[in-house]
């Protein structure tokens, strides 16, 4: 069993940055391919980015690209999403989330459905 705890998350103004960071415990996140997702109530939770196993291909919703920038640590078991510019529509929960996949594929399109382990959320809000 992974546990998944996001840490980061804070109120910023528009145009600032936060940097939201992921901790796994439990098994190791080097075969694991992970993500961000972000959720508004009464909305359905979004992909913002994911990794694959290696960090190396990502994902991006089109909203984000040239904005956020998503990484991981297999060393440190950790994930993270650097997030510059911040706007008002980026106001959100935030989850972190894994799959144990050493290929990208259940990962390139960014949907929750391929995901089997997440963490509780971390709040982001971005005032105008």
């Known amino acids: 069993q992974v546990q998944l705890v996001e840490s980061g998350g804070g109120s910023v103004q528009a145009g600032g940055s936060l940097r939201l960071s992921c901790a796994a415990a439990?098994?190791?996140?080097?075969?694991?391919?992970m993500g961000w997702f972000r959720q508004v109530p009464g909305k359905e939770r979004e992909g913002v980015a994911t990794?694959?196993?290696?960090?190396?291909?990502?994902y991006y919703t089109d909203s984000v690209k040239g904005r956020f920038t998503i990484s991981r640590d297999n060393g440190r078991n950790a994930l993270y999403l650097q997030m510059n510019s911040l706007k008002p529509e980026d106001t959100a929960m935030y989850y972190c989330a894994a799959v144990k996949s050493l290929s990208f594929g259940p990962c390139a399109r960014g949907e929750k459905a391929a995901f089997d382990y997440w963490g509780q959320g971390t709040q982001v809000t971005i005032s105008s």
């Open positions: 439990g098994a190791t996140i080097s075969v694991m391919c």
């Open positions: 990794i694959s196993n290696g960090g190396g291909r990502t």
